[in-house]
């Protein structure tokens, strides 16, 4: 069981930065690949970023490639997504979620934290 609670959201200026940070509970932290994800209203969510259980590994969807780093510290059971170079388009509630086993945005996350707003204004 893990339990996931996001923070860092807020309100920034396009091309401005934010740093999401995500807390998970459980001793078997280092077991799970994380991911983000975000939904803006009236859309799907989508996939953001993602790093496997070592760290050693990323993903990121195209449209935040280059802008946007995943990070996490297993000896602290942190997750984090620096986003910079923000844009409106990026505004959505973000998730962090965690997969056990191998990062593989084609099958379910089985833990998802409750979000976080970003908003950015142009």
């Known amino acids: 069981q893990v339990h996931l609670v996001e923070s860092g959201g807020g309100l920034v200026q396009a091309g401005g930065s934010l740093k999401l940070s995500c807390a998970a509970s459980?001793?078997?932290?280092?077991?799970?690949?994380m991911g983000w994800f975000r939904q803006a209203p009236g859309k799907e969510r989508e996939f953001v970023a993602g790093?496997?259980?070592?760290?050693?590994?990323?993903m990121y969807a195209d449209a935040v490639k280059g802008r946007f780093t995943v990070s996490r510290d297993n000896a602290k059971n942190m997750v984090y997504l620096q986003m910079d170079s923000l844009k409106p388009e990026d505004a959505a509630v973000y998730y962090c979620?965690?997969?056990?086993?191998?990062?593989?945005?084609?099958?379910?996350?089985?833990?998802w934290g409750q979000g976080t707003q970003v908003s950015v204004s142009s």
């Open positions: 790093i496997t259980w070592s760290g050693g590994g990323t």
């Open positions: 459980g001793r078997t932290f280092n077991r799970y690949a």
């Open positions: 979620a965690a997969r056990s086993g191998l990062l593989d945005t084609t099958t379910p996350f089985e833990y």
